[in-house]
Each structure stands twice: as structure tokens, then as C-alpha cells.
């Protein structure tokens, strides 16, 4: 089994773990926008380091980056950040659990974007995987309820597709910053590219809380004790989806990266002691016939 495949069914379960420790910031008092900061503040240093201890080991340089690494990096960047607070919007909405199914599209778009911008597209067979897939996690984000009882508003769906949108523009953008960076090694041009993207949603979201909410960095300082476990967690887990970006077309990354939807159903039921629907039964199944399809084409 190729290597970007263990680093993105890693990468997944790492974010999994990130989500749970971001879901406890919320419940200390910092907003949306706070918990969203502490994804990055502590992320970014650790990637910096991380970048500089790679190169003393290898006795190597930083590498050359192309002109074009800024913008791709920034632009990957400042879609992820435009992605989660169209999430965040979803909250607001009654229809909510049909707007996050809409995000789940970010696979197909993804396919859709690398074709274009990248000249990279998939085969037949993976976007039929990719397209079973999806299936697999909009009947997994089904309410309980049923699509009814859930509404059905164009708010919740433009949102939604946004999100998913934004998401896929983020991984086309971060899978091109790693192909600017002229080195041979995989996790090296995966660090680099990520130690600038972070930095620039460091810089990007401290600007935003500033100017939109007093006082929440200040809030973010003084919990960062419980802070930090969250950019580690963040940083281990963005250090493996930028490599599985830099060996992989990212069309194939982000579809077997919705592994993740099965491990967070296996924390909400081993954790949170949580019943599973036949629903999310039928929905994990389909998703892992879609993994098995994507590790045995590609």
C-alpha cells in the first residue's frame, strides 16, 4: 500500500482527535472565532520548527520556492478560513443537517478544481469512487429525523455548498504550494507549506479578532494551557494532509480522507457512549466500499 495512503488514513484520525479537544474550547468560554485561532497560533510555530529541525538533519538548505508559492499558499489559506466560518453560519440555520451534507460534496469539487486548475484529473473509475463516496456521507449526515423534519432552505444549501466549495479550493491550493517547493523530499516541501499557510491565518485571524472581538485574544492567551494540546494536535494533523497533498493528486487525498466521518461515529460511540442509526451504518458501509475503491485503483 503506496505511503500516501497510511499518511492521509493518519492525518484523519489525528484531526479526529483535534476536533474532539476543539469541541472542550467552546465549553472555556472562547468563541467560534477563538477556538478557530487556536487551531493556528500554536500550529504555526510548531510547523516553523519543525521546518528548521528537517533541514539541520538532512544538512540541507531551505529550497527554492516558486513565485507562484505565495499566492497558491495564501489562497489555500484564506478559502479554509472563508470554508469554516461558512460552517459556523450552518449552526444558525434550522436546516442545518442539509447544509452539511452539501459541505460533503468538497470530494467531487475537489475532482472538479484539480482537473481545471491543476491539470489533474481522475480517472473513471475514481470519480465513481469519489461519487460513492459522497453518497456514503450525505447518508451519514442525515438527521435523525429524516430530510423533512430537517427543512429544506437555500440559505442552508448555498452555505453549504459554499463550504464544501471553499474546502476543495483550500486543498487544490495547498496541493500546488507543495509543488512549488523545489525539493525531492515529500515532508519537506509538506512543512514549508505549511509553516506559511499557518502563519498566514495566524496573522489573518488575530486581525479579524481584533478588529471584530475585543478581547478574545486575550481570552485564547490565558487558556493556553488547554490551548496548546489543540495546535499540536493540529499541526501533526495538517503536517499529514499537506504530505499526502505533495505525493498524491488531491482529488484521491480528500475522498480517503472521509475516513475521518468513521472514526468520529467510532469516538461518538466508544467515548460519548452514543447509539449508531442503521442510517450511519448504511453510510460507513458505502464510504468504505469508496476507500477500498480509491486504494485499488490508484
Request: net charge positive; hydrophobic share 60%; glycine share 10%.
Amino acid at each position: 500500500m503506496e505511503a500516501w495512503v497510511w499518511v492521509t488514513v493518519a492525518a484523519a484520525a489525528v484531526q479526529t482527535l483535534r476536533f474532539m479537544l476543539q469541541k472542550r474550547l467552546k465549553g472555556l468560554g472562547l468563541s467560534t472565532g477563538g477556538a478557530t485561532l487556536a487551531r493556528f497560533v500554536f500550529a504555526s510555530p510548531l510547523a516553523g520548527a519543525a521546518v528548521l529541525l528537517l533541514l539541520k538533519v538532512q544538512g540541507v538548505g531551505l529550497p527554492a520556492i516558486a513565485p507562484s508559492f505565495w499566492a497558491v499558499a495564501a489562497g489555500g489559506g484564506l478559502a479554509q478560513i472563508i470554508a469554516t466560518f461558512c460552517t459556523v453560519a450552518l449552526f444558525s440555520e434550522r436546516s442545518f443537517a442539509v447544509g452539511i451534507a452539501f459541505t460533503k460534496t468538497e470530494a467531487i469539487q475537489v475532482a472538479g478544481f484539480s482537473a481545471l486548475l491543476l491539470a489533474e484529473p481522475v480517472s473513471a473509475m475514481g470519480l465513481a469512487a469519489i461519487m460513492v463516496g459522497t453518497v456514503g456521507v450525505v447518508v451519514l449526515s442525515r438527521p435523525a429525523g429524516g430530510w423533512r423534519g430537517a427543512g429544506m432552505r437555500n440559505r442552508a444549501l448555498v452555505l453549504g455548498l459554499m463550504a464544501g466549495g471553499f474546502f476543495g479550493l483550500s486543498a487544490i491550493g495547498y496541493r500546488a504550494a507543495t509543488l512549488a517547493v523545489d525539493s525531492p523530499d515529500p515532508l519537506l516541501r509538506a512543512l514549508v507549506a505549511l509553516a506559511c499557510v499557518t502563519a498566514f491565518q495566524t496573522v489573518a485571524m488575530a486581525l479579524w479578532l481584533a478588529l471584530r472581538e475585543p478581547g478574545e485574544l486575550g481570552r485564547v492567551a490565558h487558556r493556553w494551557r488547554a490551548v496548546l494540546p489543540v495546535g499540536v494536535t493540529g499541526v501533526l494533523g495538517s503536517a499529514g494532509w499537506f504530505t499526502a497533498f505533495a505525493l498524491q493528486n488531491a482529488a484521491y487525498v480528500r475522498s480517503l480522507g472521509q475516513v475521518e466521518l468513521i472514526f468520529s461515529i467510532l469516538a461518538s460511540v466508544l467515548v460519548f457512549r452514543e447509539r449508531v442509526r442503521m442510517a450511519e451504518v448504511v453510510g460507513m458501509a458505502l464510504l468504505a466500499l469508496s476507500i477500498v475503491m480509491i486504494v485499488a485503483l490508484v
